[in-house]
């Protein structure tokens, strides 16, 4: 899922492309992606955008007479431009945006249908699509302690929150972690006051280095490598592969669609945490400790 850093590069994008110009006509592909029927979506064809903005990990787009678009990338969605004259070239899209300028053309990967779009018909109503998170950019250390400790939760958990923190996701909060070297199944409630500090510490710095990676990565053009895997990344997706920082094979833990992945040695004391599927599975079998793993892996 596109997370803070991502829809940062592409709201960059965006800017200078729409930003101004006028939404001539919205052409939707497939009806499940339209979450609202009033305001309807015809009534934007002819208005000039006039704000861009994120909310957690939406991109809203603002018109003339307070009219809103959200717009919800869920897991897979992704967005791809043409300029005036171009022909976007894609598969599995669901959504031409034409403006002006271009068409913004809205993908999504996979045949499950996530992603989501909104039209509200003023500000106060674009109000109800803040989760409500905090922008760890803007917040105090106080602020930033009380939000994290106000339930005990894991931190995993908790980085992940919407209502908790603004623009986190799992693949971020695996790198945040691992830089804070912080377990991701350690209590909220149970961090000690240099924890926390850490904490903060790990998300600023971690998000800002992505968002400049990014930023120079796509150097004035319209991102086209959004993905949550990234050979970069110091833990999320390298399962078994070895921790930049102290080589251990990094572990994971699978839970639904989504992972958790970390470095024993950095982030849990050299204790492996139990997997919910493959501990049950292996029982008494399971390795507890980075020791037992690789004996287990030279057997």
Request: aromatic share 6%; with cysteine.
């Amino acid at each position: 899922m596109p997370e803070l850093p991502d829809i940062t590069a592409y709201l960059d994008a965006l800017t200078p492309r729409v930003l101004g110009r006028m939404m001539e006509r919205i052409k939707i592909a497939h009806v499940f992606l339209l979450r609202t029927a009033v305001p309807p979506i015809g009534s934007l064809h002819g208005r000039r955008v006039t704000a861009l903005r994120r909310i957690g990990k939406r991109i809203v787009f603002g018109f003339e007479g307070d009219q809103w678009l959200v717009l919800h990338l869920m897991i897979a969605g992704r967005l791809q431009w043409a300029d005036t004259g171009g022909k976007p070239t894609t598969r599995n899209a669901l959504a031409d945006f034409v403006f002006d300028s271009g068409t913004l053309t809205l993908t999504e990967a996979g045949t499950k249908r996530r992603a989501a779009l909104h039209v509200v018909a003023s500000e106060a109503a674009l109000a109800a699509h803040d989760p409500g998170g905090i922008d760890v950019f803007a917040c105090t250390p106080t602020e930033f302690a009380a939000m994290l400790t106000q339930r005990n939760h894991t931190l995993k958990r908790a980085l992940t929150d919407p209502h908790l923190f603004s623009g986190i996701g799992n693949a971020y909060s695996d790198e945040i972690l691992h830089a804070a070297r912080l377990s991701p199944v350690a209590l909220t409630q149970k961090l000690t006051a240099p924890d926390i500090a850490r904490l903060l510490t790990a998300i600023r710095e971690t998000l800002h280095r992505w968002t400049d990676l990014l930023r120079r990565e796509a150097g004035g053009k319209f991102p086209t490598k959004v993905t949550a895997f990234r050979p970069e990344m110091a833990v999320h997706g390298k399962f078994g592969r070895p921790c930049p920082v102290c080589a251990t094979a990094v572990q994971r833990i699978a839970y639904a669609e989504n992972e958790v992945n970390y470095c024993p040695r950095c982030q849990t004391g050299g204790k492996l945490l139990a997997d919910r599927s493959l501990s049950r599975l292996l029982k008494s079998d399971w390795p507890r400790t980075i020791e037992e793993a690789e004996a287990l892996g030279r057997a």
